[in-house]
């Protein structure tokens, strides 16, 4: 039985648990709990075969450099959060891309989806769609990235679409 660890990364409070919640259980809260650690073991079936994908549920000990770089160097792929209302959350999902190409060899093949979330705040928004998917054409991920609603469950399904796609084809090529 294999498994793989994928790691939920981004600044606090970007919706990184509601995404998660919203694809595990369905449903969405408004209140905010802080994460500690938690792991969602989940199934998935790829050519025939059951495997498992344990979802990591990071918490603010990411904030610590030797911490980042336990769950950089132990995930096979990551979901890397921002939230479009927040520009600096934006350029801290730049700066965890750009630590994780740093830790990992060959990061064209590192499953990874850049997620823009509360897509239902647009009145809000200051990260425009244009700069973010300019910038992940230019790092190889423009076909990795999508602005999705926690809240509205929009767009939730096709982030785990996404990476399973992602990591299937690099077994497939193992
Ligand atoms: P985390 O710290 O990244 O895990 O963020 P949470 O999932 O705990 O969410 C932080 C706050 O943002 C909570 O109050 C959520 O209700 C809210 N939130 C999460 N996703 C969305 C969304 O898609 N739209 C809106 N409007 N709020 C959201
Ligand atoms: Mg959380």
Not at 23 to 46: A, C, M, R
Not at 147 to 174: H, I, P, T, W
Request: glycine content about 6%; hydrophobic content about 35%; some cysteine.
């Amino acid at each position: 039985q294999s498994r793989s660890q994928i790691a939920i990364l981004g600044s606090g409070r970007v919706g990184k648990s509601s995404i998660l919640q919203q694809y595990l259980n369905g449903g969405f809260s408004n209140s905010y709990k802080e994460t500690v650690e938690d792991i969602y073991p989940q199934p998935y079936d790829i050519n025939g075969k059951r495997r498992f994908v344990d979802y990591m549920d990071t918490a603010g000990n990411i904030y610590f450099p030797a911490m980042r770089k336990i769950y950089i160097s132990k995930a096979e792929g990551f979901i890397l959060v921002y939230s479009i209302c927040d520009s600096r959350s934006f350029e801290e999902v730049q700066k965890l891309w750009n630590e994780i190409k740093s830790v990992r060899e060959n990061n064209l093949s590192i499953p990874c989806v850049i997620v823009g979330n509360k897509l239902d705040e647009e009145n809000k928004r200051q990260v425009e769609t244009f700069a973010a998917l300019e910038w992940a054409y230019r790092e190889n991920l423009g076909g990795c990235f999508i602005e999705v609603s926690a809240k509205d469950n929009n767009a939730v399904k096709e982030v785990f679409d996404m990476l399973l796609e992602q990591l299937g084809n690099r077994r497939a090529a193992q």
